[in-house]
């Protein structure tokens, strides 16, 4: 018994060094591919190899990376940002960024937080779930996170290639020779989309009926819990909810009421919280690809305006904190 | 519980060391732990049919005693029947109750009277007829003087749950398995080795050519309206071999396990798709469920003795009692009629014993005549596979009358040259092992460890490779 228990258990533990090695090389090269994933690979680089040390870093959603263009913060404020939003998460994914942000990098001292009427919404499928892979093993923060979503085992990620398996499509995405396009690349996690309003946006607004956005406590109390500890720490939060189409706003029907939210928990805080949901470029179809993503012109648009009022929150704030 | 998954992978190394270190090596601590493990294990799918099988073990355990102790053959007789009404009333309940109903209904319907009966949500135990059959085995051997009545409740009661097999067989033979709960189990190391090499090989099986060629066969066959003849025919290759690596992956696996534990169970898949004809391959696919019905139907009906009227009929009750068996559909009683129709003229031309020994037997290759005999088998089997896979008799005649139609010309609408390819390396591994009740039993045996070591990392690396959607093993709803 002796004699097989050792010779199983040599065995298991070649195995296991052999698959870390795999397991090393696969997330290795996967982390190169920038060009997939809406670029997300870039900006979890960056995270993890602790180069995020900027004045503002930008926390949201696909209406965060496509639309504060950084670039804009250095010629209008003298001051870096860094754009975290990140594609199709929720506020809980979007926190999971924040965790990993603090544990690699010096904490923020500026946050805008952009929102939108989805953030709330809790999801049962993980979009985009493949950006995690390269980094989740015997990461507790994304074990945490990944664990609320359907079909999510905590083996996947103490046991090295265990997550990979039957990922033909990632291991082949992860070996794949390409050149990529540094013209498609996130910088600073910011990529204008160079794309317009199209008729097949027209006809998604047109068919799409009017519905309600369930709003989950957790979330909520994740929000809370959050823009409190940002609170407690004095870091400089402000709560964006950026331009939208006017013609895309009237078919979600608790609109007003989520906005409303918004704004009592920035109230509640002592946070801004600024809605461009009625600016002007909003009525023109040219600014943005569909109702809720400026194009690169919109966001350029935008970045201005959001700026320049930035530029009056912080002499607001400055009058009300003098430095000593 | 799966066997392909993690909780299993945890789950197995835990009872194994509580089996071997924490029981003392003693018999009942031993059969205690397994039944608990077996309990565990099954109750993972479904606690609640948990009481069902602890309902059959307690029926079958007292009744044993009752014949035994009884010198009265009559009333012996009196508890076999309570014995068959009450497993096969429990089948007949969770199993066949709403097909019976509903063809029943239409029966009055087609004389002229309509009325709507109750049906039932029944959900169906997983694995409920195989521990059926299993416990039935030894009700019928204690009838009949073979086995005498255990009082050992813990032996028997690890007997009908022993977990490597409970839910998918192969269905054991108190006489084969019973035995080995009663006496002393040894570690052999040999044993345990060979175990886990067919563990292996039974998940490559599973994991490798099942869940990956089902999800072509589901492909097609969830739109089989949509393909050409040609598409459909590599669809019905598909779910043969799905099935194959689906049902053999499993009863490897479970064969493995209980070797780790030192138990032996019976063989229950031969390389079936290497028959010649297919009276070979009842004797080399799912022998466990063959021999039983040979064995405790086929020859009490009288088997291939007497007129050939009698042999005709026992050989067609058989076909056609194995279809149902499997499932409460029509196409299951026609898949088995089918391979009546196939087998009978073999039986009565006396050559449904031509093929004992192994395909091309001492040689490397088969010759001509045997690839084409055994070519034409898989054919023939992959054709009634049909009747297994569809949804409904309409969609099987649907795609054999597509199959056998001009579209058969066609090119084919899906070519998953990778797939075809892993087939392909299968094959041959199964071939070069086929003198081994398992390919890696024979494959690399004289190689050097490293040597070795090596090709059975690059199995598990392939596992994780080729890892397909997970699928259900077919046969648990069996």
């Known amino acids: 018994m002796r004699a097989f228990l050792i010779r199983f258990v040599s065995f298991v533990l070649l195995l296991l060094v052999l698959a870390s090695l795999l397991d090393w090389l696969i997330s290795y090269r996967y982390r190169q591919r920038t060009d997939l994933i809406a670029g997300e690979f870039v900006v979890w680089n960056d995270i993890y190899a602790g180069n995020i040390q900027t004045d503002y870093v930008i926390y949201g959603s696909s209406r965060a990376w496509v639309q504060f ?256 | 519980m799966y066997f392909h998954s993690i909780d299993f992978a945890i789950f197995l190394p835990l009872v194994f060391l509580l089996y071997w270190f924490g029981c003392k090596q003693a018999i009942r601590p031993q059969n205690i732990l397994i039944v608990v493990a077996s309990y565990v294990f099954y109750g993972w799918w479904d606690w609640r049919f948990l009481g069902l099988i602890l309902f059959s073990t307690a029926v079958d355990y007292f009744v044993a005693q009752f014949i035994d102790r009884s010198s009265n053959k009559k009333q012996q007789k009196i508890w076999l029947w309570v014995s068959l009404t009450t497993n096969l009333g429990l089948l007949g309940v969770f199993k066949y109750f709403n097909f019976f109903i509903a063809n029943f209904t239409q029966a009055f319907r087609l004389m002229g009277y309509d009325f709507q009966p109750t049906s039932l949500e029944i959900i169906l135990p997983v694995g409920i007829s195989f521990y059926t059959f299993q416990t039935l085995s030894y009700t019928i051997d204690v009838y009949r003087g073979k086995l005498k009545a255990t009082n050992n409740w813990f032996a028997f009661s690890a007997y009908v749950s022993f977990f490597p097999q409970l839910v998918a067989g192969p269905i054991e033979r108190a006489t084969h398995l019973l035995p080995q709960f009663l006496n002393a189990r040894e570690f052999k190391a040999e044993k345990a080795v060979d175990g886990l090499r067919q563990i292996l090989w039974g998940l490559v099986k599973k994991i490798v050519i099942a869940d990956n060629c089902a999800e072509y066969a589901n492909q097609i066959f969830n739109n089989s309206a949509d393909y050409s003849g040609s598409t459909l025919l590599l669809g ?122 192994n395909p091309a037997d001492g040689k490397r290759l088969p010759d001509l005549k045997t690839l084409l005999q055994m070519i034409l088998t898989f054919s023939l089997v992959s054709l009634t596979w049909v009747f297994f896979r569809a949804s409904s008799l309409d969609q099987a005649w649907q795609i054999l009358t597509t199959i056998f139609s001009f579209s058969q010309f066609f090119p084919l609408q899906l070519l998953p040259f990778d797939l075809l390819l892993t087939l392909l390396v299968f094959i041959i591994l199964e071939w070069i092992g086929r003198t081994a009740p398992h390919p890696l039993a024979h494959l690399a045996i004289g190689w050097p460890r490293p040597l070795r070591i090596t090709l059975y990392m690059v199995l598990v690396l392939l596992l994780v490779y080729f890892a397909g959607t997970p699928q259900e093993f077919i046969y648990f709803q069996f």
């Open chain 2, 236 to 357: 019905s290759v598909f779910f043969a071999f799905q099935i194959y690596g689906d049902f053999s992956g499993y009863s490897d696996i479970a064969i493995g396990v209980s070797r780790l534990f030192g138990f032996d169970l019976m063989r229950n898949f031969a390389y079936p798709y290497f028959s010649r004809d297919i009276a070979e391959f009842w004797r080399r696919w799912h022998i466990s469920l063959s021999t039983w019905f040979r064995d405790y139907l086929y020859i009490p009906l009288g088997g291939s003795r007497g007129s050939k009227l009698s042999a005709f009929r026992n050989t067609v009750i058989i076909f056609l009692v194995s279809g149902f068996w499997h499932g409460a559909n029509w196409t299951f009683i026609v898949w088995g009629a089918f391979h009546a129709l196939l087998f009978i003229p073999l039986l009565f031309s006396g050559q449904h014993r031509s093929h004992l020994n």
């Open chain 1, 69 to 324: 263009n950084p670039a804009q913060f250095i010629d209008s404020l003298g001051q870096t940002a860094y754009n975290l939003g990140v594609d199709g998460q929720n506020f809980h994914m979007q926190h999971l960024r924040h965790l990993e942000l603090l544990r690699h990098n010096a904490a923020p001292k500026n946050i805008i937080l952009s929102l939108d009427l989805f953030s709330l919404e809790k999801n049962i499928y993980l979009y985009n779930e493949t950006q995690y892979l390269p980094y989740q093993l015997f990461n507790t923060n994304i074990l945490k996170y990944r664990s609320q979503y359907v079909n999510h085992k905590p083996a996947l990620h103490f046991i090295p290639l265990l997550r990979y398996a039957g990922r033909k499509q990632v291991i082949g995405e992860a070996f794949e020779k390409v050149v990529i396009d540094k013209n498609q690349i996130r910088i600073k996690g910011y990529m204008g989309q160079e794309r317009e309003w199209t008729a097949e946006a027209d006809t998604v607004l047109a068919q799409l009926q009017p519905f309600a956005i369930p709003i989950d406590d957790g979330m909520k109390l994740l929000f809370e819990n959050f823009l409190q500890e940002m609170k407690r720490k004095q870091v400089n939060v402000v709560l964006v909810n950026p331009p939208e189409y006017v013609g895309g706003q009237g078919h979600i029907t608790n609109r007003n009421e989520i906005l409303a939210y918004y704004a009592a928990q920035a109230k509640r805080f002592g946070f801004p919280f600024l809605d461009y949901s009625g600016l002007p470029l909003c009525l023109e179809k040219t600014n943005f690809y569909n109702s809720s993503h400026l194009n690169a012109r919109g966001a350029t648009l935008f970045t201005a305006i959001f700026l320049q009022e930035l530029k009056k929150e912080k002499a607001i704030h400055a009058a009300k904190h003098p430095s000593p």
